[in-house]
């Protein structure tokens, strides 16, 4: 067998390989089982025979090696040009959030009364029933202190049901004048609806000052409604019965659904509900040490979630604590 001629033709097609597996096809002619060179190495009875060959082998392998390095250097060269990046192009917008819809109404409320004077004040979730019920005058027998209603975690200590504790804390804090509005999480026993959620959110206001009449409130209250919802939109004042105001009133809007036709978000009442507010009842004047004779003042409470609602047409108030993006991403 001439080797040198089996040596030539096998580094001539290795050197052509001109992929990975013409390289190996080449490599099992010239390297594999059953090439001429490895039944050689078999039938191999002499020393110097066996260290020719041995040394071919070696010198093929060598060959092999080196090709595949190189044909692994070409794809990835080929690979690197081809995904080549151009770190001065501007990259891809990541998706970005947004401010949640109450969260957005919190903030124009905000707006609304910082414009008119008023400081902002943050409450406790959890509150006593010192806070909760007794500074605002509510009765031993209201509901409202009952267990089905509210959620205590003691006979003293309980979630908040509405922002007016901070109103309280407040006015034992300082002298009037007080202008002032507190907002956040509330929690209630309520059946869940359309327009009720055992959480929500409110914003209360309070202002006590010489010289407060009803007509200082309603002014307010309208200015806040026309602010938030547009001229259009009819409002109505109703009288009601709260325990720490008197005289009381409730701020109706006119449903955005039905357009004041009457339908299931409203109750076929053509009206959605605010909240509620009054002048502050002497009993609460008197209990931070306020002289109802020199002071008075209006107190309102309403919801967050109500006035989303009212203000872009959601027609239940669950749509807006599902986490639906389809339903957020909207607002």
């Given at each position: 067998?001439?080797?040198?001629?089996?040596?030539?033709?096998?580094?001539?097609?290795?050197?052509?390989?001109?992929?990975?597996?013409?390289?190996?096809?080449?490599?099992?002619?010239?390297?594999?089982?059953?090439?001429?060179?490895?039944?050689?190495l078999r039938q191999v009875r002499?020393?110097?025979?066996?260290?020719?060959?041995?040394?071919?082998?070696?010198?093929?392998?060598?060959?092999?090696?080196?090709?595949?390095?190189?044909?692994?250097?070409?794809?990835?060269?080929?690979?690197?040009?081809?995904?080549?990046?151009?770190?001065?192009?501007?990259?891809?917008?990541?998706?970005?959030?947004?401010?949640?819809?109450?969260?957005?109404?919190?903030?124009?409320?905000?707006?609304?009364?910082?414009?008119?004077?008023?400081?902002?004040?943050?409450?406790?979730?959890?509150?006593?029933?010192?806070?909760?019920?007794?500074?605002?005058?509510?009765?031993?027998?209201?509901?409202?202190?009952?267990?089905?209603?509210?959620?205590?975690?003691?006979?003293?200590?309980?979630?908040?049901?509405?922002?007016?504790?901070?109103?309280?804390?407040?006015?034992?804090?300082?002298?009037?004048?007080?202008?002032?509005?507190?907002?956040?999480?509330?929690?209630?026993?309520?059946?869940?609806?359309?327009?009720?959620?055992?959480?929500?959110?409110?914003?209360?206001?309070?202002?006590?000052?010489?010289?407060?009449?009803?007509?200082?409130?309603?002014?307010?209250?309208?200015?806040?409604?026309?602010?938030?919802?547009?001229?259009?939109?009819?409002?109505?004042?109703?009288?009601?019965?709260?325990?720490?105001?008197?005289?009381?009133?409730?701020?109706?809007?006119?449903?955005?659904?039905?357009?004041?036709?009457?339908?299931?978000?409203?109750?076929?009442?053509?009206?959605?509900?605010?909240?509620?507010?009054?002048?502050?009842?002497?009993?609460?004047?008197?209990?931070?040490?306020?002289?109802?004779?020199?002071?008075?003042?209006?107190?309102?409470?309403?919801?967050?979630?109500?006035?989303?609602?009212?203000?872009?047409?959601?027609?239940?108030?669950?749509?807006?604590?599902?986490?639906?993006?389809?339903?957020?991403?909207?607002?």
């Amino acid at each position: 067998m001439d080797w040198e001629a089996y040596e030539s033709q096998a580094g001539q097609a290795v050197a052509g390989a001109a992929t990975l597996d013409e390289l190996d096809q080449a490599r099992t002619t010239y390297l594999g089982r059953k090439s001429e060179l490895k039944q050689a190495l078999r039938q191999v009875r002499d020393r110097e025979s066996g260290m020719t060959l041995n040394a071919l082998r070696e010198r093929l392998e060598q060959a092999v090696e080196g090709r595949a390095e190189q044909l692994e250097r070409a794809r990835l060269e080929q690979t690197l040009a081809a995904d080549a990046v151009d770190v001065t192009l501007l990259g891809e917008q990541p998706p970005r959030g947004h401010l949640h819809l109450v969260t957005q109404m919190r903030r124009d409320v905000e707006n609304v009364f910082l414009g008119l004077g008023y400081e902002v004040v943050d409450g406790r979730e959890v509150e006593t029933t010192h806070y909760n019920f007794d500074g605002l005058a509510f009765p031993f027998w209201h509901p409202a202190r009952s267990p089905h209603n509210s959620l205590f975690f003691d006979d003293d200590v309980l979630l908040r049901t509405e922002t007016s504790p901070s109103q309280i804390r407040v006015m034992e804090s300082r002298r009037p004048p007080v202008y002032m509005i507190s907002h956040g999480r509330v929690y209630r026993r309520d059946t869940i609806d359309a327009t009720h959620y055992p959480i929500f959110h409110q914003v209360e206001g309070l202002a006590v000052d010489r010289g407060i009449t009803l007509a200082d409130l309603k002014g307010t209250l309208l200015h806040l409604m026309r602010e938030l919802f547009g001229q259009e939109r009819q409002v109505r004042f109703r009288t009601h019965y709260f325990p720490f105001t008197e005289p009381s009133m409730e701020p109706d809007v006119s449903c955005f659904l039905c357009n004041g036709a009457g339908c299931k978000t409203c109750k076929f009442s053509g009206w959605i509900e605010m909240g509620g507010s009054g002048m502050v009842d002497p009993a609460v004047l008197e209990f931070v040490g306020y002289d109802p004779e020199e002071y008075s003042g209006f107190a309102f409470g309403l919801g967050l979630e109500r006035m989303a609602q009212l203000r872009h047409g959601v027609p239940d108030t669950r749509l807006l604590w599902q986490s639906d993006l389809r339903v957020l991403s909207q607002f």
